[in-house]
């Protein structure tokens, strides 16, 4: 909690072009930033009184590290492999890496899902909605 | 524009053309796309309106604006369908306005009178939704009539209510809201300055000189975020008592005698709930239900089952879903985030929101209230005979839900702009969202803050011009007087509600309210 209050206060100074009232574009981003250094203030001072054992919230009682790593490289998955083979396998690795984080998902079932996923989207992308990235493509490495 | 009388009959015209704007074949079809999107979603555990409809939200690009907003404010009120049937058989308050319908629902359900509950469901929602709408019908044209009066000081004063409601009424912490309102506000300012036209926390990088996505953010806030939250969350459902037949859904007399009472009093709550903005229908559904009880003769019995205890709230979530579409409509002031994810989406398509809305677009506002009862009517219809087949949507596994789903986000934000580049972005906002709703921020206001902010900036802005630097022109003018004169209202009582629980333990609406951000993770 306290953190998160120093590094909205931290955040604050860094806006430029502060000048005042005569359509300074940095004016309103300046007031803004005061007023989160005050909030945050506020809530860093909120979060003082609670004892220090119970900063325990900050995670959930399960930590699903593997799974959030897998739902976050699910778009990066799609990026690369989508810029740099196509729209299919980078729907297949989006959804084959997303599906790996879920405890009781097999593996067989992650390949089954990518692949209806897979063909079922390119299916309503690429020839329903004509969204412009190719199927397939190799761009090299 | 005399007296009454032609007012209501210039609404009814109106109202005749919505419907001739609506029935058009493909608005029929957008409409009826949305209104079924929208009841699987609010079926389907851990998928949320705000989910979807930004999902859905690149799709209607390619459509016209009225046929997008018919389809997107199909799946919001859609949703309010389907999540009630979740927490009625499966005690799940997958979406939080029908938390509290769990606790009378789920024990009919016990009783096998589940089919009972969620046929009374169906029709006092579309009771309460009715009622939304005749008040959208008749409130909205007066209100646009008071706001084109407005200057840009008393759309900024406006704004500033507005934004200043949506994020501490809601739920969760008052200070943590205005706090991630302000942060919502500092993410519309990324970009290139409308005025000046120089580059603010772009960091260098030319993707974002157009400033952040919203669709990137809504995604990244509701879906990745909130995938993150549940995922290994979610076990697998009891189907014990999903089995429902269509003669299961009819209601006995008896049962229709007791209805029709609280459907009337839901009814009122639920739409003057939706007239303070920022209370949406998740706060309508807990006041009726207490007010319920309250009333009742038996309010030991509530929780066991009552049927009125699903009635209530019910109908009061219906009716402020429609209610909550009038400030956003006419004044183009979203008092939540389901409320500036459409208006947002009206935004892309070109249309500036505000009051002129209504006279420059009347095919989108009267289409999208005649679109209202078609699919409120549609609902109905999807829901009564195919109720079986719902009940079988609640037993998808989330395994197989969110992988998809990540598909569609990925493609959904490339598609926008096809651009890869904003594809990371959302993941990046997903992270941070994550860890927003770790610390009990709730995301919600930041997308409220996002959509307002460069609006509100650029009246702000207008007004300091007009005024020559002079601040106190919010004061001088009485109506943004009266508008400031209410926020300053709104925290004092925040203040006082803090303050005071402390000498006096009880208060039956606090602990609601608490209760309400512990489930709420929309």
Not at chain 2, 34 to 42: K, S
Not at chain 2, 107 to 116: A, D, F, L, N, S
Not at chain 2, 312 to 319: G, K, L, W
Not at chain 2, 336 to 362: C, R, S, T, Y
């Amino acid at each position: 909690m306290m953190f998160f209050g120093l590094v909205m206060a931290l955040k604050g100074p860094a806006y430029r072009l502060g000048t005042l009232m005569h359509m300074g574009p940095g004016f309103l981003p300046t007031a803004l930033g005061a007023l989160l250094i005050c909030l945050g203030i506020g809530i860093a001072a909120a979060a003082i009184p609670v004892p220090e054992g119970e900063d325990e919230n900050l995670l959930p009682e399960h930590r699903e590290w593997f799974a959030w790593a897998c739902i976050l490289c699910s778009p990066l998955a799609f990026m690369l492999f989508g810029s740099f083979f196509g729209l299919a396998p980078g729907t297949f690795a989006c959804v084959f890496v997303a599906a790996l984080g879920d405890r009781q998902m097999t593996l067989k079932n992650a390949i089954i899902l990518s692949l209806i996923i897979t063909v079922f989207g390119v299916g309503l992308f690429s020839y329903i909605l004509q969204v412009p990235m190719p199927v397939f493509t190799w761009r090299g490495l | 524009m005399g007296g009454e009388g032609s007012m209501v009959a210039q609404a009814l015209t109106d109202l005749w053309y919505g419907f001739g704007v609506a029935l058009e074949p493909h608005n029929i079809v957008f409409c009826f796309i949305g209104v079924l999107v929208g009841n699987m979603v609010g079926v389907l555990p851990g998928m949320g309106p705000l989910a979807t409809i930004s999902i859905l939200l690149p799709l209607t690009f390619g459509i016209k604006p009225v046929g997008a907003i018919l389809m997107l404010a199909g799946v919001m009120y859609g949703a309010q369908y389907g999540g009630a049937i979740c927490s009625i058989l499966l005690n799940l308050p997958c979406h939080p306005p029908h938390a509290v319908t769990c606790l009378d629902g789920y024990p009919m359900t016990k009783q096998g009178r589940g089919g009972v509950a969620l046929g009374v469901t169906v029709f006092s929602s579309f009771v309460g939704a009715s009622w939304g709408i005749t008040e959208m019908i008749f409130l909205a044209p007066v209100l646009v009539r008071v706001a084109m009066e407005f200057g840009p000081a008393e759309i900024c004063s406006l704004m500033l209510l507005g934004l200043l409601a949506g994020s501490t009424l809601a739920r969760g912490s008052p200070v943590k809201g205005v706090a991630m309102t302000v942060l919502g506000l500092m993410l519309g300012i990324v970009g290139t300055d409308i005025e000046t036209g120089s580059e603010r926390f772009t960091f260098g990088l030319t993707h974002l000189d157009d400033g952040i996505e919203l669709i990137a953010l809504a995604l990244g806030l509701f879906g990745i975020a909130e995938f993150m939250n549940s995922v290994n969350q979610i076990s697998t459902i009891n189907a014990q008592y999903t089995n429902v037949r269509l003669r299961d859904l009819r209601p006995s007399k008896d049962d229709m005698k007791r209805t029709i009472g609280p459907m009337i009093r839901g009814t009122l709550v639920g739409s003057l709930c939706s007239l303070i903005p920022g209370t949406g229908p998740t706060i309508a559904s807990f006041v009726a239900y207490a007010t319920e009880k309250k009333i009742s003769k038996h309010p030991e019995k509530f929780g066991t089952g009552l049927i009125e205890g699903v009635v209530a709230p019910e109908t009061s979530t219906h009716s402020s879903v429609q209610g909550d579409f009038i400030p956003t409509m006419s004044l183009g002031i979203p008092g939540d985030a389901v409320m500036a994810l459409l208006l947002g989406a009206l935004m892309i398509q070109g249309i500036v929101p505000g009051p002129q809305l209504i006279k420059e677009h009347p095919d989108i506002f009267w289409g999208l209230v005649a679109s209202f009862w078609i699919g409120n009517i549609m609902l109905v219809i999807l829901n009564v005979p195919l109720i079986g087949l719902w009940v079988k949507l609640l037993t998808i596994p989330y395994k197989y839900l969110y992988p998809s789903a990540m598909f569609f986000v990925c493609i959904g934000v490339y598609a926008a702009n096809n651009d890869m580049f904003q594809v990371g972005e959302t993941a990046v906002i997903g992270f941070i969202g994550y860890v927003l709703l770790r610390l009990g921020f709730h995301p919600a206001p930041i997308l409220l803050g996002f959509v307002l902010g460069p609006r509100f900036e650029e009246n702000f802005r207008r007004a300091m011009l007009i005024s020559r630097g002079d601040l106190l022109v919010f004061l001088e003018r009485p109506i943004s007087a009266v508008f400031i004169g209410l926020c300053l209202l709104l925290i004092g009582l925040q203040v006082y509600v803090r303050i005071r629980p402390k000498k006096k333990e009880v208060g039956a609406t606090p602990t609601i309210f608490e209760s309400t951000a512990g489930t709420a993770a929309e």
